[in-house]
Nanobody
Framework: QVQLVESGGGLVQTGGSLRLSCAASGSQRVLNAMAWYRQAPGAERDVIATISAGGNTNYATSVKGRFTISRDNANNTVYLQMDSLKPEDTAVYYC???????????????WGQGTQVTVSS
């Protein structure tokens, strides 16, 4: 059974940086695409960055140029470097792993437990 363990969240001032990590244990293969989502209070969970097994990346407009997603396939670990943080980045951040396609849509096979990021003004 694959488990995702996130770390690196915390409290930071506006303009600061944080690096989130998400390590997947229990897999015998390189996982498919991985991603970071976030959910602010009262809001939906939204995808902010994805990375394929080959390293292709995509970002939400709100974080493009400030956040960088990367991965270490040897350890099935995905990272999110967050720079120039703003109060509106405050949310619970979740990692998702091993995107699976079915019909015309996709789902994530595994989810992390979430880590809180708070940016003070």
């Amino acid at each position: 059974q694959v488990q995702l363990v996130e770390s690196g969240g915390g409290l930071v001032q506006t303009g600061g940086s944080l690096r989130l990590s998400c390590a997947a244990s229990g897999s015998q293969r390189v996982l498919n695409a991985m991603a970071w989502y976030r959910q602010a209070p009262g809001a939906e969970r939204d995808v902010i960055a994805t990375i394929s097994a080959g390293g292709n990346t995509n970002y939400a407009t709100s974080v493009k140029g400030r956040f960088t997603i990367s991965r270490d396939n040897a350890n099935n670990t995905v990272y999110l470097q967050m720079d120039s943080l703003k109060p509106e980045d405050t949310a619970v951040y979740y990692c998702a792993a091993d995107r699976q396609y079915t019909g015309g849509s996709y789902y994530w096979a595994y989810w992390g437990q979430g880590t809180q990021v708070t940016v003070s003004s």
